[in-house]
C-alpha cells in the first residue's frame, strides 16, 4: 500500500477507512478527556482512561509522521494549520510524561485542540472555512467597527448610570461587560440600568445589537449558497466525457 495514497487519496477505500478511523479516534479522546475531569473516579476507570490516552496519542503521533512524510514540501506542513493543530494535539501528552512539574499540567488544556483535527476530515466545516475566507475582509471591517460600538456603547451607560449606580458601573471598563451582553441581546440581567436615560440608551444599543448578530450571518449565509452553488457546477466543468453524458 503506498503510504502517501493514503493520507491523500481520501476518495479511495482505504482513505476513506483511514479518516473514518482518525475521526473515530478523535471523537473517542475527547470523551475520554470530558470523563477523566469526573472527581472521584475509581482506580479500573482511570487505567482504561490511561490506556485510550496511550494508544490514541500513538495513532496521532503516526498520522502526524505520515503526513510529514506524505507532504511534498515538510515544512511548509509542518508550520501550516493543519500542521501546528496536529502538532498540539500530541505534544502535551509528551511534555506532561516526560517533565514532572505541576505547572506543566497547563498543557493538558491543549488537548482540547484535537477537535480541530476532525476539520481535516468534514467537507461541511471545509465549506464554512472556505465561506469565512471569502468574506474575511468584510468581517474584519466588521469586527473592528464592532468594537468600536462596543466602547461607545460602555461609554455612554457609564455617563447615564454612574451616579445612580456606582458600584455596577464604577468606570468604562466595568460597564464593558454591560456593553457586551447588551450588544449581543444576551441580557444576562446581573447589571442593568435604572435611570430613564439609561434606559433609553439601553434600547438604542438592543437595535443596533440586532444588526451586530444579523449581518455577519447574512454575510456568512450568502457566501455559503455562492460556495453550494460552485461545488453543484465544478463537477459538469470536469471536462470527464462520462459525466458530460450523463449530463
Request: glycine share 6%; hydrophobic share 50%; charged share 20%.
Amino acid at each position: 500500500m503506498n503510504l502517501k495514497k493514503l493520507v491523500k487519496e481520501t476518495s479511495s477505500g482505504a482513505g476513506r477507512v483511514f479518516d473514518i478511523t482518525i475521526q473515530a479516534l478523535i471523537i473517542l479522546s475527547l470523551i475520554t478527556f470530558s470523563i477523566s475531569t469526573i472527581p472521584d473516579l475509581g482506580e479500573r476507570a482511570l487505567l482504561i482512561l490511561s490506556i485510550l490516552e496511550i494508544v490514541t496519542v500513538v495513532i496521532f503521533s503516526l498520522e502526524y509522521i505520515l503526513r510529514i512524510y506524505a507532504a511534498e514540501k515538510k515544512l511548509d506542513y509542518i508550520l501550516s494549520f493543519y500542521g501546528i493543530i496536529d502538532l498540539l494535539a500530541i505534544l502535551p501528552f509528551y511534555l506532561s510524561t516526560a517533565i514532572d512539574l505541576r505547572s506543566i499540567r497547563v498543557l493538558r488544556l491543549f488537548r482540547l485542540f484535537r477537535i480541530f483535527k476532525i476539520v481535516r476530515y468534514n467537507a461541511a466545516i471545509k465549506t464554512f472555512k472556505e465561506a469565512f475566507v471569502s468574506i474575511k475582509e468584510e468581517l474584519t471591517i466588521f469586527s473592528i467597527a464592532t468594537f468600536f460600538v462596543i466602547y461607545i456603547a460602555a461609554v455612554g451607560i457609564y455617563y447615564f448610570e454612574n451616579a445612580a449606580q456606582p458600584e455596577s458601573f464604577k468606570s468604562v471598563f466595568h460597564s464593558l461587560w454591560w456593553a457586551v451582553a447588551t450588544l449581543t441581546t444576551v441580557g444576562y440581567g446581573d447589571v442593568y440600568p435604572i435611570t430613564l436615560g439609561g434606559r433609553i440608551f439601553t434600547f438604542v444599543i438592543l437595535m443596533v445589537g440586532l444588526s451586530i448578530v444579523s449581518i455577519p450571518a447574512g454575510l456568512l449565509a450568502s457566501s455559503l449558497q455562492e460556495g453550494a452553488r460552485k461545488s453543484k457546477q465544478e463537477p459538469n466543468s470536469s471536462g470527464d466525457p462520462k459525466r458530460a453524458d450523463l449530463n
